[in-house]
């Protein structure tokens, strides 16, 4: 009937997937590492708090191994399997070291034992030998409580877990068996079965719920049921089916219950650390989010879960769930992209599974790696790293998979004007992973990640309020990981398109502080387009004549292109032919060609006699440029402006005098030319 039996030995279904891919939303990529092989039937693993950074594995069979200092010691720790029934769901099943450990030497455990049939539940307390650290002393041992477990080989529970406030032992317990919880134990106060138990070890006189010989323990005055008389006063927390595995959050001392599901749900329960005790977690009247079906169907059914407290969230057979194994929120260092968020997996799909906070009590799920283990519990080391024990003989350190060296491709925007209000920075690139950041300058930005090759960061005002440039890079943290070679961003003073190291920006600042030209769109400059005709018209009248000067309306009468029906720059063409600057591109019929480029030939031209006056004309040329044929129709007019120090050429004693004026071009010829104000 039961077919969550948790803990069986069939092979898992998952197969490994590679742990080379991130997984999605944002979490880093992981890997297992072995730190303990060849073990049999591990079932637990924790540390002894005491400094020593050992690691404790329990192996279900009756021995507590050691893992010191990378090596897994022959000897155990401690070997009670003389005392222990095995296996399946029994054996023992879980230790857990005193909060004066390191003072006292006492450490507990949770067996199954051998003593009646089935095996009853024993909570015993065992001390470190006197003589050495890593070996225990198996004559110490006191039994603390005996839960009777009649009947059924299933359901113990089976972890111990100091809570970090309060210094009280937690104990979870199963519901005794079967499927179904056929006594109703778990809703039954008067029973130690279904529970989250919770004694004072450091007390004693404590006689055990339903019992009548004192036992080593106290019930801590605080217990929620403590004076009811119809409930046993060990009890913390009830309604639980069969919490294998919880935890309790180093960083909030919150309570984390894994809880095994019947036939259909499984579900992950969280009690936070204020709370006082005495929730009921539901079963048998719930199965996860749902009610329970008495019938062993996933069918719907009704019940009344009025003053049950709902899981945060459930898991479903549908998706092969069939024992979910609590596990721990991360508070390593190894993993900074996991910090936070709570690591829980499956019996028998072995899969890991990372749950982040989104807020409001919602909770994203994530994949976090596939694995081919029979996964049977999460452990911490004293350091908060999080290791997974496969009942198959492994013990495993969750690691960062070898980080890439990012590199930065592009960014969006490549620019910005400085004084601008803070932005989004987009960075393209590749080998972005969660934990990757974008540094401005070499220091760290609020970073989000987006997919392995975009990152977004946040560039606040003050990043941007002077004109310069910014160095951007981006840096991922270790195994690997490093930072990108840096990437500039232009902070430009007027236009986008216009940095402070273009040959021609002061000239482009002169143009358009002298009101010249505003640009070519919206805080665009396009320095490298060519200047037309018509544009240039305006530009020599306003630099000669001052930014408000308006020419007279024109006629439509003087070029055969220029008609005079609206063109922007048709009155400036016809002002310009008035004033004898030009006559046009073409006399029969007349006509301007006021698209095409101005080339830096006319530009000598026109410059000049804007200059000097209509009437100018310059002195005979004497062959300066080798490609200016003198005497020619241009050649006097360029070498004038050689003359002049408007321009020097365009490179190895060449003037490039049929080459198109680029608008930087520009700027530089009309600045000089006027002797406009330079920024
Ligand atoms: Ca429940």
Redesign the pocket.
Known sequence: MCTAAILSLSAPSALAAGADSAPSGGLPSVTLKPVATSLSGPVHVTNAHDGSDRLFIVERTGTIRIVKNGALLPTPFLDIHTLVTCCDERGLLSVAFHPSYAANGYFYVYYVNNIVSPGDITIARYSVSAGDPDVADPASAEILLVIPHPTNTNHYGGQLFFGPMDGYLYAGTGDGGSGGDPPNNAQNLQVMLGKILRIDVDGSGAVPCGQSDPAPYAIPASNPFVGNPNACHEVWAY???NPFRYSFDRATSDLWIG?VGQNCYE?V?LQPAASAGGQN???RI???LHCYNTGGTCAPASCSPAG????LWEETHANGWCALIGGYRYRGTMIPGLIGAYLYSDNCLGNLWAATDLGGGNWSRTLLLATPYSVSSFGEDESGELYVCDLGGGVYRLDPTSIPLPAVGSLQPAAVVAGDPGFTLTVLGSGFVGTTVVRWNGADRVTTYVSDTMMQAQIPAGDIAAAGSASVAVFNPSPGGGASSARNLDINTTFLDVPLSLFAYSYIEAVFGAGVTAGCGVRLYCPTAPTTRAQMAAFLLKASLGAGYTPPPCSGAVFGDVPCSGGTFDPWIEDLFARGITGGCQVSPPLYCPANSVTRAQMAVLLLKTEHGSSYLPPVCSGMFSDVVCPGLFSNWIEQLAVEGVTAGCGGSNYCPGKPVTRAQMAVFITKTVSLPLP
Do not use: S
Not at 308 to 311: C, E, H, N
């Open positions: 309604g639980v089916r809880d579900e329960d977690y539901g079963w719930m199965e996860g049950t407290t709902l899981p």
